[in-house]
């Protein structure tokens, strides 16, 4: 192809107002700047939620103002979202929880629950799930996509069943 050919085909393809405008706001939601949406309405920078004010972890209290300031500046310098659920994805693990029967048959049955932690240095601090999402700047609906999605997938294995046991002694006699 010559090279006037080439240039304008180029310019034609960036030239698409519709696809600059969704990269823009693309990157804008992924980086936690403000912008204007698709009906021009503008959308606030990130900013860390709530005090989850919850007595078991005390989140706000464990990360203090000045640590969740730069947890959340260095989220936003995640520029991709992927990149972001990955990051959050290896601050959430699994623990295998007693699968319980409800005696009514009403009700969840839980086979696993998530922890959340925030690493400060070398400590990993665990969290509540609110005071997660608050740090983070998130919503309470991305952290669950994101446990489901992008979690450490190491879970604590239960110890070998009495069975397997068992079945591996060696001077087992066959029953015939
Ligand atoms: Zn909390």
């Not at 979202?81 to 601050?91: E, I, M, P, R, S």
């Not at 009514?104 to 665990?126: A, E, F, H, P, V």
Request: proline share 4%; with cysteine.
């Amino acid at each position: 192809m010559p090279i006037d050919e080439w240039h304008s085909a180029e310019k034609r393809k960036s030239a698409n107002p519709s696809q600059w405008k969704r990269n823009v706001i693309k990157k804008s939601i992924a980086t936690g700047k403000s912008y204007l949406n698709y009906k021009g309405r503008e959308i606030g920078e990130r900013k860390t939620g709530p005090d989850c004010c919850c007595k078991k972890y005390k989140c706000f209290v464990q990360i203090n103002e000045e640590d969740r300031k730069l947890i959340l500046e260095n989220f936003n310098k995640l520029e991709e979202t992927y990149v972001q659920n990955v990051y959050l994805g290896g601050l959430i693990k699994t623990e295998n929880v007693e699968r319980e029967r409800s005696k009514t048959g009403t009700g969840k049955k839980r086979s696993c629950s998530y922890k959340y932690y925030i690493k400060l240095g070398n400590r990993n601090i665990q969290i509540c799930r609110n005071g997660f999402a608050s740090i983070h700047g998130i919503s309470k609906k991305r952290v669950d996509n994101v446990a489901k999605e992008y979690r450490d997938p190491t879970v604590t294995t239960p110890a070998q069943s009495s069975r397997e046991k068992h079945q591996n002694r060696p001077n087992r006699i066959p029953s015939e």
